[in-house]
């Protein structure tokens, strides 16, 4: 979808702002002794207080509201109240919302008191990364520019991007094309054009990428069972760079 009416873009703004109240709000719950059937029962009413929807409850069998990612796991980690989180660990809490028709996504990797140094690298770099992939969200740009400019930054400080998912292009669906590899060449894929709008969402692993998911269907962790983390905006691609919906 390219947004294009004032209508269009309000409702998108309103999910985005949605998602980021969430994930700013539960940063305060995520602490050693909590469950993460918690946080997902949190979120859920957070959301439907805001008039919304949870977007990935039901979506194509997720049984979650949220996604949350504990140290190796990647992405996808499914909620429960036996599964509580730790001093030390690296949590990822993925959300996405849908306002009366119109989806944002937004993902943010936490450290749980005290962290390892590696830990606290491996958060500031992805962070850096799905910036420097937002700039390159430009009309007249590629794909390819958001991708290379994500991987060069991680590969340099010496982590890897996961290579099995991507990032999206977001509006009336959840997921919609373009695809947003984490890794790829400049000027390579698909054109950007004004008023699109993109789900950047960069995972980053400590070690190797290669994945396993879980006999739960879901549950993405690295096969090394080194730690990853995940951050993502869903940003509007305009003249002079992503805007960010989900700030």
């Known amino acids: 979808m390219i947004a294009k009416t004032s209508q269009e873009m309000e409702m998108l703004k309103k999910a985005g702002r949605i998602c980021a109240e969430l994930l700013r709000s539960i940063k305060s719950l995520i602490r050693p002794g909590i469950n993460t059937k918690e946080l997902d029962i949190f979120a859920e009413k957070f959301i439907n207080e805001k008039g919304a929807k949870p977007a990935f409850k039901g979506y194509r069998g997720y049984p979650a509201t949220i996604c949350v990612s504990i140290n190796e796991e990647i992405v996808h980690g499914i909620p429960h109240d036996n599964k509580k989180i730790k ?3 690296l949590v990822s809490i993925d959300v996405g919302v849908n306002f009366q028709g119109f989806y944002a996504d937004a993902a943010k990797s ?5 962290i390892k140094k590696v830990l606290k690298k491996l958060l500031k770099v992805t962070y850096q990364a799905l910036l420097l ?3 390159k969200a430009k009309a007249g740009n590629y794909v390819g520019d958001i991708s290379s400019a994500i991987q060069n930054f991680v590969e340099k400080n010496g982590f890897n991007v996961i290579r ?3 990032g999206h292009g977001i509006g009336r669906n959840l997921h919609e094309a373009p695809q947003i590899p984490n890794f790829g060449r400049e000027r390579e894929g698909e054109r950007l054009e004004e008023g699109m709008v993109l789900a950047i969402e960069p995972m980053v692993a400590a070690g190797s990428y290669e994945v396993i998911v879980l006999d739960d269907g879901w549950t993405a962790i690295t096969k090394d069972r ?3 983390a995940h951050f993502e905006h869903t940003v509007l691609v305009t003249k002079k760079g992503g805007y960010i919906l989900t700030k």
Do not use: N, Q
Not at 110 to 114: A, E, N, P, Q
């Open 133 to 135: 992939g937002i700039k």
């Open 87 to 89: 001093e030390g660990d």
């Open 110 to 114: 936490f450290g749980v008191g005290k």
């Open 226 to 228: 080194l730690p990853a």
């Open 164 to 166: 099995e998912y991507t």
